[in-house]
């Protein structure tokens, strides 16, 4: 009988064990989760405002005429062009 005692305090003790394992393995399944929601919410916020700047930056006009976010081809000398009063006027800003 006092094998039998021992054996079952030697499998509660297993047991707990693992249960403490698992519950391990369900915190770090839960973190995981929650950053995966985070990294997804980054990402949509981040796509919105690319797509805002891609707008933005559309406005803009190389010298030569074309668009400047055909960069692809462009070459890296080619600047934005800017009107001459922009510094009479404040900076520009607000204007386009």
Known sequence: VSQIAQSSD??????AQI???IDQV?????QNSAT???SAAASE???GQSEML???????KLKDGSSSLKIA????QKRI???DTAAADGGGFGRY
């Open 45 to 47: 916020e981040m796509s």
């Open 19 to 21: 249960n403490k394992g």
């Open 73 to 76: 081809g462009a070459s890296p």
């Open 26 to 30: 369900a915190q770090v399944v839960q």
């Open 36 to 38: 995966a929601e985070e």
């Open 54 to 60: 891609e707008g933005l930056i559309s406005q803009f």
């Open 81 to 83: 062009a800017m009107p």
């Open 10 to 15: 030697e499998q509660s003790a297993g047991i």
